[in-house]
């Protein structure tokens, strides 16, 4: 058993720290006061291969394994967790794409992706399906040359920036096989934007769309008709562990900030990290901090690996995105006062975490996920 990565990961890991560090994170309180995604982020992510990890390289991609994806999330969450939403969406749906599409539409749409000059976005939340996502409403209607998309997604992560989309639509009757998956373009008189105005994330551009009719082409169909949302399902495997490691980048970084400073601030004579109240909340989270890690990177082995990894993404998803936040609450306390400011990265930190508590797979959706591996689906809820 191996817990150290090999040469040409870790040199790429080195080199995203100083890029990240470099590059990403000087701008991201600034993102959030703008409440914007910064002009040219796509564009320089991608020269570092961070929109085209799971794309061939035939296609401009980096054909990196899912282990190399999560060290792109864990660097990339520590400067700047909204960033790590580009790694996330661009994984995901490429790998959708890479797994579905025929090969004529990976040569279309996979090297926009790859060169950030396309960024796009997932859409399966509806206003009323988050989790029952197998009972969404949003129609295909056939119309003779193809579909018409008719109705709402909502919530959607870069719904307000995004170019292209993955949407899951019915085309069919109800349940999981009456929904297919359609790639769109987003830059249509049909199809509206309306903005969110959220707690965290604020870079983003999460946003409600409405498909008022959008034409779709028979060529836009991913896959098979009615196969959409297993297709789709099946990438929430491994983005889940992609996605607990951004958090626990964002997470592993305030900690070491709050471990300097309980170096460096006295009070009563003597460095606070000297008291037990100070020191003991750091070392328990920095522990929990190592096991959840491991976790998510046992998900994404296990799915270079060809081995089935469902169960441990969702370990990841339920553990990770809590336990930052928990573990950016107790830094912020650390520091005391100076963090309850907005000049400290903290409180934007631990408001941005907080979104993907939520989103993609609450924690009740993990337990019925674990709880179904451990028991059996006819013994589990």
Known sequence: MDFLFDSDQESY??????????????????????????????EAMAGMGLTGLRIPERFGGQDAGAVVAGIAAEEIGRADFNATYLIINTSLISDVLVRNATAEQQADWLPPIASGRALPCLCVTEPGHGSDAANLQLKAEPDGAGWRLIGEKTSITLGMNADTALVLARTGGPGARGVSAFYVDLDDRYVQRSAFDDLGGRSIGRAALHFDGLPVAPDRLIGEQGAGFVSVMQGFDYSRAVIGLGCLGAAQISLEEAVGWARDREAFGQPIGRFQGVAFPLAEYATQLRGARHVCFEALWRKDNGLDHSAEAAMAKLWAPKLAVDVIHQCLLTFGHLAYSTDSPLGQRMRDVIGLEIGDGTAQVSKLIISRHLLGRDYAP
């Open 13 to 42: 890991r080195q080199e995203l720290r100083r890029f990240a560090t470099r590059i990403l994170a000087p701008h991201y309180q600034l993102d959030d006061k703008a409440a914007r995604l910064r002009p040219g982020l796509a």
